[in-house]
């Protein structure tokens, strides 16, 4: 899977079976998933959930996840969330989003 970002979209291509295209005009958030997105989304490559909850997703548990502007959520994995995110924050001419915070690791007695 390859994720292209443009002036003006961002395009997840999965070899030549499927193309998707996400005008950045359509996005209202960008939100960095570091957790584990599997559990979340379903694990099909280029699936669908339901028509509002969408994941493309091969081998990544990270990813970027989309609000769009219709309420729908896009997610789509990542080996690097963070670039992917800051690459579509350029795009779209906003500051970068923060990563989140990483998870606290619980210590034993």
């Known amino acids: 899977m390859t994720t292209e970002v443009f002036a003006d979209r961002l395009v997840v291509v999965n070899g030549m079976s499927a193309r998707v295209n996400l005008r950045h005009a359509d996005v209202a958030a960008v939100t960095v ?37 219709d309420s729908r959520l896009i997610l789509i994995g990542s080996n690097d969330p963070a670039a992917l995110a800051a690459a579509l924050a350029a795009a779209r001419g906003e500051p970068a989003p923060a990563a989140p915070p990483p998870a606290a690791a619980s210590i034993g007695s």
């Open 33 to 69: 998933r570091t957790d584990d997105i599997r559990g979340d989304y379903n694990q099909r490559n280029i699936g669908e959930v339901s028509n509002t909850r969408i994941a493309y997703v091969v081998a990544a548990s990270q990813g970027v996840q989309l609000e769009m502007r």
